[in-house]
């Protein structure tokens, strides 16, 4: 092999590499997932029955709510992800309730983090004491 092509051969090879490279990722990316394998082992069963105390001090049992949606947000603090989509569930709990939604809030409380601050105050759906 000549010098020019080695030359020629050396300045294509690693673009080659990479689009053979690219092609591939996105191919692995966008191939749908046939193995039965994706999503949650808990998809399409009932919910396993818990109760939760309002601020209020009553109980309210997942089992009363039986055939209506039901979101529950477990949530604290300290996660900034988590504050920011309190709004959009509280927002979503008042236009969506009259509609059969039901929206609770569980909040982790630490003994470690103790901010002051950080309480959004009441809500209108249920929250463990």
């Given at each position: 092999?000549?010098?020019r092509a080695q030359a020629n051969w050396r300045r294509w090879l690693p673009p080659v590499?990479?689009?053979v490279l690219v092609i591939m990722l996105v191919a692995?990316?966008?191939r749908?997932?046939?193995s039965g394998k994706a999503g949650s082992p808990l998809l399409d069963k009932p919910a396993p029955a818990f109760t939760l105390r309002s601020l209020d001090g009553v109980e309210v049992r997942l089992t009363s709510l039986k055939g209506r949606p039901v979101v529950v947000n477990f949530w604290a603090s300290w996660c900034v992800?988590?504050?920011d989509e309190a709004p959009l569930l509280r927002s979503?709990?008042?236009t969506q309730s009259d509609q059969g939604l039901a929206v609770w809030e569980s909040r982790?409380?630490?003994q470690r983090c103790?901010?002051?601050g950080t309480s959004f105050g009441r809500t209108p759906w249920p929250t463990p004491a």
């Open positions: 092999m000549s010098r590499i990479a689009a692995a990316l966008t749908p997932d046939h992800p988590c504050r979503l709990s008042e982790f409380r630490s103790k901010m002051p």
